[in-house]
């Protein structure tokens, strides 16, 4: 369809209703928009037209044989009849063939109560059924640990196969054989390895593909349904959780086509199994004399505010995640600041500060989500964006998909599931010169000349090809951007990085923006939640300590808000060796630790995801606010209520509120005219890495917070972190390091024994190696200097 | 994928045969040498596909291995399973069957005392399971050895066929 001219419309005439709909639009498109039932299976909205349930079928006039309402073109004057006796006929007897070979067992069937053909079967199916003889029986599936697979109810509706296809972007399901032999699956042995494969299980509209973790626990009728906002990757994908009493027991996707659309990823879907987590923390705890007793709240309390109040405000911290609600992290920093503290950070994954004076007040995307679908052309640096934000990885596919010219500037050549048109795959150091190379060939394209800084940083002559591809097809699109990944910022150069990126951007007439790694990132910097800036990200008189600066200086008291430093850090060993070097810690946390208990002295338990109201800011700075659905378990309470406690023990002065509502909208008043500009340039041109073996770590995408690393099934997964040193072949023969090889990786004074495993996907000089794992945690940075040794265990070389 | 460990590689025969069969397709429509490069694989595997060999021409042909595996399994000419030295399809669609399809396909399987779909004991020969029409009506009853057209059978026809078959 051209978007150019509005197409022409057409007028028919349904059970004779008038209706008007543009030219070349089917059927059953206006008789929805105009809410006429028409019953289907195969039909979705978001798919292809395959036609091929045949159970849309209705009578047209002058027409001798019924047509599929999915697959018959408007035309003037058409006049259409959905429910005469033709088209009953025509439905009923689809319904009769589809239940054929269609067990009739809903009662132990999972998808029972909310089954499409089942409810379709009540109104169009008989009484009885005149086929006799045997029903053909499938095999079932193991298609992964998310979804479940009943293939003898399958109807062949091929929507999960156009799912994989279209949406997805991988083709792992098929269908196979055929006639009365035709089965849907993936053929082989084996997962499916779309991080979005769980939109199958709502797709389908029979028992076929249903939810693996949910299977069996619990009726449809039996749950409540209230919407809230994934908790996860920095979109805030609408879902609908489903309880029942007390306890979650699903999630489901919510339509809003401005974010998620209809989809989810894995990730919101299956996290939902963490919150009842073996290591729940259900009661406040204090640990005296090296063993830990539990306590009432009040106890606890004021253990903590004695603490808070007899740590000087210079060695008072707090360190929140960015996974906090707004109310959260609003009310934290606002305590340490009524306690004259300002050090205070969420930015556990930063890799360098020096340039945070001159970072956005509104560090996010720069666009709407939706707008990433209307881009001509992107660069992206430092991410795997297809595993980090899955759904816009959806929406830069759709761009591709339509056009959209996407290049990445990454240390590993990651699987994407849109074409790429240049990728310039380049270790750490390297990373910076090839950003430079862009930069460079920019200033050049626009008759510029260009600046010594820059040129001094071009270093990387092997990408200067590369490099004026990529800004040829920037400079060229009517609409470009360009995106700072995860990678990008836990790089020691991210400063530097940054100020590259946005000389791009400006250079070629586009925007700079973020890629935010956690469901608040965005909203933690409007919160305050950071040393250097206050509320609404305004400048503060008393610079603090941000979370570098403490592990490096020192702290003696600290607040840990929902963080698991082992793991939530970009540098776990040193953050945990500070932890343990201070002299009063509290953890905040909806679960306890082996490192919380080592590390801290009084724990106090808070609401889990669906267990509080509180706010996300999404990447493109919507706030989605969301309500409890089920109470926090035990003595667990939401921690905007324990924070308002504690300032109200400490005697702060504005910390009397109602309800979380209040703290939102006092905040949401000292951020008007913040506004979504993410322009703001860098100006930071030294590198602070060397040259040499580096490693460098994405965080798997079943890593990122306590949530999902406690949900089973998602671990069970291809995606699950692993400890493997992934060298390319060439740095393998350099080191003398065979496939399979046990080394040891010594990063500082840390030391590892890894696997050594050959990657196509991984650049000279350079050793991925995931975060993620009890490990990985104990090498250090993210990225940097990293050296792999032959042998392995004691009496090594 | 880090590495795809196909087992598998395409010959050099293979894929001169492939390559001719794509020459006659655009070039961004490769896909379209399907069947015919399943047909080279097969007949160089001794008559029946593999997943790695399927997997190779997926590679080959840049299609997802799921599209080439739909393919491999819709059509009777491709097998999955390993088989005989040769091949015989009876066709039983309607013209055959009013001309005694049922008879022939009867006498073959008391002949060499198997039932469709399997191998003779000896690894000489195949009977596939299900043929429907194969277009040669017009010499009904018939069927295919080995890929060649045999018409107008009768029961000593058809012996005389299978026992010159090695």
Known sequence: ?797 | MAEQSTSYTLSETARTEIDHWLAKFPAEQKRSAVIAALTVVQSEEGGSLTTPAMDAVAAYLDMPPIAVYEVGTFYSMFDLHPVGRHKISVCKNISCMLMGADDIVAHLQNKLAIKLGETSSDGRITLIQEEECLAACGGAPMMVVDGHYHENLTIESVDSIVDGLE
């Open chain 1, 1 to 797: 369809m051209s978007d150019s001219s509005t197409p022409e419309m057409v007028t028919i005439e349904v059970d004779g209703q008038e209706l008007q709909g543009p030219a070349g639009a089917m059927l059953i498109e206006l008789t929805d928009k105009a809410c006429i039932d028409i019953p289907r299976f195969c039909y979705h909205d978001k798919l292809t037209i395959a036609a091929n349930c045949r159970m849309c079928l209705v009578e047209v006039e002058k027409v001798p044989k019924p047509l599929p309402a999915c697959a018959t073109p408007i035309m003037e004057g058409m006049k259409v009849f959905t429910k005469s006796d033709k088209a009953r006929m025509a439905q009923k007897g689809t319904m009769e063939f589809l239940l054929v070979n269609h067990p009739l067992d809903c009662p132990i069937c999972d998808q029972g109560g909310e089954c499409e053909l089942q409810d379709l079967a009540l109104g169009y199916g008989r009484d009885i059924s005149r086929f006799s003889e045997n029903k053909r029986v499938v095999a079932d599936k193991d298609i992964g640990p998310l979804v479940a697979t009943d293939m003898t109810r399958c109807i062949h509706c091929t929507r999960c196969v156009r799912f994989s296809e279209e949406i997805a972007g991988i083709r792992e399901l098929g269908a196979t054989g055929r006639g009365e032999n035709t089965e849907i699956g993936i053929y082989i042995e084996g997962s499916m390895q779309s991080e979005l494969s769980g939109n199958i299980i709502d797709l389908c509209p029979v028992g076929a593909l249903t939810s693996k973790p949910f299977r069996f626990t619990a009726r449809a009728w039996e749950l409540v349904q209230q919407p809230s906002i994934a908790p996860h990757d920095s979109v805030g994908s609408n879902i609908l959780v489903h309880a029942r009493g007390s306890q979650i027991m699903r999630v489901v996707p919510d339509r809003n086509e401005s974010i998620n659309e209809v989809w989810i990823s894995d990730r919101d879907r299956f996290s939902y199994e963490g919150i009842g987590s073996d290591d729940r923390l259900t009661t406040p705890r204090i640990k005296t004399n090296g063993v830990w007793h539990d306590v009432e709240w009040q106890v606890a309390l004021q253990a903590v505010a004695d603490g808070l109040r007899t740590t000087s405000a210079d060695q008072l911290a707090a360190i929140t995640s960015p996974t906090s609600t707004l109310e959260e992290l609003y009310l934290a920093q606002k305590l340490m600041r009524a306690l004259g503290s300002s050090n205070i950070d969420h930015r556990l994954r930063l890799g360098d500060v020096r340039d945070q004076d001159s970072a956005p007040a509104f560090p996010g995307l720069g666009c709407s989500i939706a707008d990433l679908e209307s881009l001509d052309a992107a660069l992206v640096i430092g991410s795997n964006i297809r595993k980090d934000q899955p759904i816009l990885a959806h929406r830069l596919r759709k761009a591709s998909n339509a056009g959209a010219e996407l290049h990445f500037i990454n240390p590993v050549d990651f699987d994407f599931v849109f074409s790429v048109a240049n990728r310039l795959i380049i270790g750490p150091a390297g990373m910076v010169g090839a950003t430079a190379a862009v930069a460079a060939a920019l200033l050049e394209a626009n008759g510029k000349s260009v600046p010594a800084d820059i040129r001094n940083l071009c270093t990387a002559s092997e990408v200067d090809q590369g490099a004026k591809a990529i800004a040829g097809s920037l400079q060229q699109a009517p609409r470009s951007m360009v995106f700072l990944g995860a990678i990008a910022e836990s790089h020691p150069d991210y400063s530097v990085l940054r100020s590259l990126a946005c000389t791009i951007a400006s250079e070629c007439g586009g925007q700079c923006g973020y890629l935010p790694q956690s469901a608040n990132s965005v909203g933690a910097c409007l919160a305050g939640a950071q040393p250097h800036r206050g509320v609404g990200a305004s400048t503060v008189s008393d610079s603090g300590r941000g979370l570098a600066a403490l592990v490096e200086g020192g702290m003696s008291g600290c607040v840990l808000l929902g963080v698991e430093p082992e793991a939530d850090c970009d540098d776990p060993a040193h953050v945990i060796a500070a932890l343990e070097d201070c002299g009063f810690v509290v953890s905040m946390h909806a679960f306890t630790t082996e490192t919380l208990e080592q590390v801290a002295d009084v724990m106090l338990p808070i609401a889990a995801f669906g267990e509080t109201s509180g706010t996300f800011v999404n990447a493109e700075g919507t706030w989605q606010s969301f309500s409890g659905v089920v109470p926090p378990r035990g003595d667990a309470r939401p921690a905007w209520k324990v924070l308002r406690v504690l300032g109200n023990v400490l005697d702060v002065e504005g910390f009397e509120y109602e309800s979380s509502e209040q703290v939102r909208d006092e905040l949401h008043r000292a951020c008007e005219g913040v506004g979504t500009d993410t322009s703001q340039h860098g100006n930071c041109y030294t590198t602070a890495l060397d040259v040499g073996l580096m490693r460098v770590a994405d965080v798997p995408i079943y890593s990122t917070d306590a949530l999902v690393r406690r949900s089973p099934a998602l671990q069970k997964t291809g995606d699950a972190a692993s400890f493997l040193a992934r060298i390319s072949h060439a740095q393998a023969a350099q080191l003398g390091l065979s496939d399979g090889e046990s080394v040891s990786v010594v990063q500082g004074d840390a030391r590892q024994v890894c696997t050594v495993v050959t990657d196509t996907r991984v650049p000279e000089s350079t050793v991925w190696l995931s975060c993620g794992t009890a490990k990985a945690a104990m090498l250090g940075a993210s990225i940097g200097p990293v050296s792999l040794e032959k042998g392995s265990g004691e009496g090594m070389l």
